[in-house]
Nanobody, 128 residues
Framework: EVQLQASGGGLVQAGGSLRLSCKAS????????IGWFRQAPGRERKGVSC????????YHDASVRGQFTISRDNAKNTVYLQMNSLKPEDTAVYSC?????????????????????WGQGTQVTVSS
């Protein structure tokens, strides 16, 4: 059974940093992509970043480019989202998801329907 465990959220002041983790288990193949999505109150879920566990290709939404960095540790089956210079508008529930076929385009990376498995969310709150 595929499981994704997201953690690392919390309360931080504007300008601060957080690192989210998404630990994956149950995959029968090493070839998949992990994406991070966020959903702010009253807004739709939106793709933030994505990484392929095969070649390490990454995708970032324009709104977080240069601010967020996604990385992976295949030995730990864990994907990280380093979030720096956080702003109040980054406040949201952040969830990770897995695409077992692998994402190959930026458009696919941001498409919720591309993903097969979802973890629970972790709350990130940025105070001003």
């Amino acid at each position: 059974e595929v499981q994704l465990q997201a953690s690392g959220g919390g309360l931080v002041q504007a300008g601060g940093s957080l690192r989210l983790s998404c630990k994956a288990s149950g995959f029968t193949s090493d070839a998949y992509s992990i994406g991070w999505f966020r959903q702010a109150p009253g807004r739709e879920r939106k793709g933030v970043s994505c990484i392929s566990t095969v070649d390490g290709a990454t995708y970032h939404d324009a709104s977080v480019r240069g601010q967020f960095t996604i990385s992976r540790d295949n030995a730990k089956n864990t994907v990280y989202l380093q979030m720096n210079s956080l702003k109040p508008e980054d406040t949201a529930v952040y969830s990770c998801a897995a695409d077992t076929y692998g994402v190959t385009t930026a458009q696919a990376a941001a498409d919720i329907d591309e993903y097969d498995y979802w973890g629970q969310g972790t709350q990130v709150t940025v105070s001003s």
